[in-house]
């Protein structure tokens, strides 16, 4: 039985994020890279540095799919917490490197912006979703 419909939510998006990431990567960011300009390692890094994130979304999705059906809500509340605060954390980084970029591609970053502020909206209102604590004394 579905516990938190906000964290039930969060997990579908975080899951169809993480496989539309790596579908972005493969199909559009990353063919760009493969030209002789650019070194085998820097080519790596960002290969490896575009999966993480990926893997990340999809760890992130599994997790709130789990506590989406967790009887003791207070429990997995902390997890909630520190997922968004990564989340949040990751947008500063975007953000912030776009702003220090100076080319003016805050619109480019219009669509992450608007996701990553949904996201963790509906995990702030996960986290103020009160569970029902299980009886001890019950047999």
Known sequence: M????YYLIVGILA???????????????????????????TRTIFFYVWHIITTENL????????????????????????????????WLVIFSSTLLAGNGGLKGILVDSV?????TGLIILGTR??????DQNRI
């Open 15 to 41: 899951i169809l994020f993480a496989f539309t990431h790596a579908l972005n990567g493969q199909t559009t960011v990353l063919p760009m890279l493969n030209v002789n300009a650019i070194e085998v390692n």
């Open 115 to 119: 996701a990553i502020i949904i996201y």
């Open 129 to 134: 979703v009160k569970g029902k604590i299980p």
């Open 59 to 90: 760890i992130f999705g599994i997790a709130f799919l789990f506590m989406a059906f967790y009887k003791d809500l207070s429990k997995v509340r902390f997890a909630a917490w520190m997922i968004g605060i990564i989340m949040i954390a990751r």
């Open 2 to 5: 579905i516990k938190n419909y």
